[in-house]
């Protein structure tokens, strides 16, 4: 199973880089950033842009994998969004993944003045998007009419490194955005259902786990990703809490865990030190 980490995008450019090529460094599979215009408790702190964020972090490393955690359709539109995604692939020498999701309430939902939508018209959307993203990655040009989106002559030159383009990772909890993400993506993720107890928390991942496996017949693949802190334990607050959540995660299957940079306040609080730690655990390919 791989391992990556989420570095939150709050740093300028001289510790971006350094963060990024530690993980590099540590071994780890693969590093993401959120794609968030504003985020929970941490909206009074600096917080960059991702794309931007991304690029620093595609020229600070030669071998990781790097990828958005996750975009959403709040704020982002198919083409400009593949364009983003194809350069981010050229300029990491192809090692770049499109983690989308839905899009939750709240400030990135809100940004443009537009009311919230209702679950089932956030999933119709979200099904617009990833197909059509995902088209726009594959082809030289695209046009296309829908119910949310249209795209007219859209050129994505030269196109993606990865063939026949790089990855693409859906989010999904509920049953009709997880048949999106095994219809039109290469891997599904999961934060599971919110509790605050840990066991519960779990007994909810295995159900959903039970239930993609349902939706994809048997079939192999899609790689499957579990977001381990939404747990209501952080998984790197001790190296016994990071040795635990990742063997429950393998036990049900999953291909990738993402865990986050362990930060002093707030949101993720830990000790680097567990970081460097549960780096340790890592055999090549940033596998447990």
């Given at each position: ?10 740093f ?46 595609a ?11 996750v ?17 981010l692939?050229?300029?990491s020498?192809?090692?770049m ?52 989106y ?29 048949r999106?993400?095994a219809r ?47 747990a ?9 809490a ?47």
């Amino acid at each position: 199973m791989r391992v990556g980490v989420v570095i939150l995008p709050q740093f300028d450019a001289g510790e971006t880089t350094a963060r990024w090529k530690a993980l590099q460094d540590m071994g780890f599979a693969h590093g993401w950033t959120y794609d968030h215009l504003a985020w929970r408790d941490l909206s009074d702190e600096p917080w960059h842009a991702t794309m931007p964020t991304l690029t620093v972090a595609a020229l600070a490393t030669t071998t990781l994998r790097i990828g958005t955690w996750v975009t959403s359709p709040n704020f982002r539109h198919p083409v400009t969004l593949a364009k983003d995604l194809m350069t981010l692939d050229v300029l990491s020498g192809g090692r770049m993944i499109a983690g989308i999701g839905a899009g939750g309430l709240g400030w990135d939902s809100r940004v443009f003045g537009h009311a919230d939508l209702p679950p089932r018209e956030r999933v119709d959307r979200l099904s617009e998007f990833v197909e059509l993203t995902e088209l726009l990655l594959r082809q030289p040009v695209t046009t296309w009419h829908g119910e949310h989106y249209d795209a007219v002559d859209a050129h994505l030159l030269p196109g993606c490194v990865q063939s026949p383009r790089l990855p693409v990772v859906v989010a999904a909890n509920g049953p009709r955005s997880m048949r999106i993400a095994a219809r039109h993506a290469d891997a599904w993720a999961t934060t599971g259902t919110p509790s605050d107890d840990l066991d519960g928390w779990w007994r909810g991942i295995a159900e959903l786990s039970h239930r993609f496996t349902d939706i994809v017949g048997g079939r192999t693949g899609p790689d499957r990703y579990l977001s381990l802190d939404s747990a209501p334990v952080f998984s790197l607050s001790s190296l016994d809490a990071f040795d635990d959540a990742v063997g429950r995660a393998a036990a049900l299957g999953f291909t990738d865990v993402v865990t986050h940079w362990p930060r002093a306040s707030r949101q993720y609080v830990g000790d680097p030190a567990v970081l460097a730690q549960a780096a340790g655990r890592l055999r090549p390919g940033g596998t447990v």
